[in-house]
Each structure stands twice: as structure tokens, then as C-alpha cells.
T-cell receptor, first 114, second 113 residues
Framework: ETGVTQSPTHLIKTRGQQVTLRCSSQ?????VSWYQQALGQGPQFIFQ???????GRGNFPPRFSGLQFPNYSSELNVNALELDDSALYLC?????????????FGSGTRLTVV | KQEVTQIPAALSVPEGENLVLNCSFT??????LQWFRQDPGKGLTSLLL?????REQTSGRLNASLDKSSGRSTLYIAASQPGDSATYLC????????????FGAGTILRVKS
């Protein structure tokens, strides 16, 4: 069984640009969550998708948006990038909504905004 | 609002030592608690998942306990090895705030050979 895969692994963007990060969930998982991890901190919840619908959102502005596709893969889009958006972005998947089996995380995308 | 605290923030021990990492949370209404390991610049690797009805879970040299009523969990690592060096994160999934995980800031562990 394949795990959670994220792409790209690293990218550098300029302030004001837009970025799309991608995540393929673990086989059989229908729930995908996105987290932002700043250096030296724990991950912060951005939002979750369950069966293609947004199913909870953290304290992030609307310029953070997402999608989940019928195969349960997901995208995170960030518009009007700011320097503070520089972070490790983590995708996690789960069967159901995580209460029973917990979450499996990908290796992350390191975003640097200059 | 759920808050998760991990103590100590950093720990350095000689190889072979047994050690305990602590995690506390403010809201005891949780579904589960999960311990993760994170190597520098990498993603999270799940170590142990404890459901709210459970008291402990074990995997190899790792043992995690959960005392929901007091809002505490410990991760015990036996016979530590240099390969155990990493950041250890605990996260709780609560009932009040949906399906998100709330993380502590982590404990940075260094095991010296």
C-alpha cells in the first residue's frame, strides 16, 4: 500500500504570487487534511476535505483554499503569497475522519516566499 | 480552546538511557492522542495512536500512556539509540473542534553515542 505523497518537495515563490501544492492520499483513505508548520513550531490545521467537501477549517484567511478530487487526492492553493507563508506544508490522510485510525502524513512541501 | 504543551522542549541523553517525554492538554474531551516523530525538514511518522478509552499503547521500545482525566500523556523510550534523535510531537483530536489535530511544539531529542 502506498503512503501519502506530496509534490513538489521544495519550491521558491515571490511575494504576491500564487502557488498550488498537491497531495495523493494513502490508498483507501477518503479524508485529507492540510497543515502548516513554521520553523520550530508544531503543525497548524488549515482545513480538511472529506469526500470532496470541506469539513472544517482552521484560522487561515480565504486566500488559502483547497480542493479534493474524486480519487481523494487534494490541492492546496495559496494566493497573494506573503513572506510569513514560508513554511513546511503537510498533507495527512485518513480512512473516515481520523477518529479511529489516526492520520498518515506525507513528507511535506517546503515553501519559501522571497 | 485546546492547548497542547510538551515538556521538555529539548533533551540530550547518552545512548542506552531510558527516557520519558511529556505531553499535556487542556481539554480532556478527546477522541484520541497520537505521537509522531519528525526528522529535520521531513514529514511526520506516526509512532503510536491511543484512543480515549485506552490507557496505553506499545510498539517495540516505545510505550505511550494516556490519562485523559488529568490531561496527560507520556512517551517512554527504552534503551535509547542515536537513531532515535528527532523531534517528537504529540497531537490530540478533540470532540469540540471537529476533526483537526492540535499539536504541541515538540520535544527535540538528541541521543549521544
Amino acid at each position: 500500500e502506498t503512503g501519502v505523497t506530496q509534490s513538489p518537495t521544495h519550491l521558491i515563490k515571490t511575494r504576491g504570487q500564487q502557488v498550488t501544492l498537491r497531495c495523493s492520499s494513502q490508498s483507501g483513505h477518503n479524508t485529507v487534511s492540510w497543515y502548516q508548520q513554521a520553523l520550530g513550531q508544531g503543525p497548524q490545521f488549515i482545513f480538511q476535505y472529506y469526500r470532496e467537501e470541506e469539513n472544517g477549517r482552521g484560522n487561515f484567511p480565504p486566500r488559502f483554499s483547497g480542493l479534493q478530487f474524486p480519487n481523494y487526492s487534494s490541492e492546496l492553493n495559496v494566493n497573494a503569497l506573503e513572506l510569513d507563508d514560508s513554511a513546511l506544508y503537510l498533507c495527512a490522510s485518513s480512512g473516515g475522519q481520523g477518529a479511529t485510525y489516526g492520520y498518515t502524513f506525507g513528507s511535506g512541501t517546503r515553501l519559501t516566499v522571497v | 480552546k485546546q492547548e497542547v504543551t510538551q515538556i521538555p522542549a529539548a533533551l540530550s541523553v547518552p545512548e542506552g538511557e531510558n527516557l520519558v517525554l511529556n505531553c499535556s492538554f487542556t481539554d480532556s474531551a478527546i477522541y484520541n492522542l497520537q505521537w509522531f516523530r519528525q526528522d529535520p525538514g521531513k514529514g511526520l511518522t506516526s509512532l503510536l495512536l491511543i484512543q480515549s478509552s485506552q490507557r496505553e499503547q506499545t510498539s517495540g521500545r516505545l510505550n505511550a500512556s494516556l490519562d485523559k482525566s488529568s490531561g496527560r500523556s507520556t512517551l517512554y523510550i527504552a534503551a535509547s539509540q542515536p537513531g532515535d534523535s528527532a523531534t517528537y510531537l504529540c497531537a490530540v483530536m478533540g470532540m469540540e473542534y471537529g476533526n483537526k489535530l492540535v499539536f504541541g511544539a515538540g520535544t527535540i531529542l538528541r541521543v549521544k553515542s
